[in-house]
């Protein structure tokens, strides 16, 4: 059996993981049933341009649910690495004990998400309950279409961090393109508000 976690790991190092082909330079898993699929061993990490990976649920299937199961975040692209959801659902992360506790089901650094007919629920972070995105350069690209964030929170319970929080939805730091058709529902520092974006004062269409 070729689970979730190891074909993640497959196409993020282009080797074998046990029973899961070895990754080329352009990868796609297909969850094949609605699950839930339960992800509760710890974050994934994608890292480095050579990484382009697609997660969708099959179609017909409905949304494929992946669980964090308030463990861990689902996962963190970084370095021009390029991760595209597609009909999938992320249920129950959370980034408080990660460093930074930033991107309860996705943080994004300095690389490239679309999230496309996606749900992400039940997460939880210092700033971006949901998602956070930060860069340190140019060549970043994020992309959300029919995506709704619901009951996310951004909240500050880690020691040694500060009460400022934000973007219960997302948090970002650079402009934001291709939103299209967004929910934000009952999402927001200490559970309340609807704040999506955060540093530039955006909201995004409910």
Known sequence: V???REAIRAAATDLAVNECAAGGPVDEIVLAVEGPFVFDQGQETLSGAAVDLTVRG????????????????????????RLTLRNV????GSAHGQSPAYGGAIRVESATLALRDVVVTGS???????VSVFSSGSGQRITIEDTLFFDNLATAIDSGVGT????????????LTGLRNIG???????????????????????
């Open 164 to 175: 400022s929080c934000a973007g219960g939805g997302l948090e970002k730091g650079p402009p």
């Open 58 to 81: 099959a179609p017909g299937t409905g949304f494929a649910e992946i669980h964090m199961l308030a463990a861990n975040r689902f996962v963190r692209v970084a370095s021009g690495a």
């Open 124 to 130: 939880s972070a210092v700033n971006g309950g949901a």
């Open 2 to 4: 070729c689970t979730l």
């Open 89 to 92: 659902g992320l249920v129950g």
């Open 184 to 206: 934000v529902k009952d999402s927001g520092p200490g559970g309340g508000g609807q704040h999506a974006v955060i540093h530039a004062g955006e909201q995004f269409p409910a």
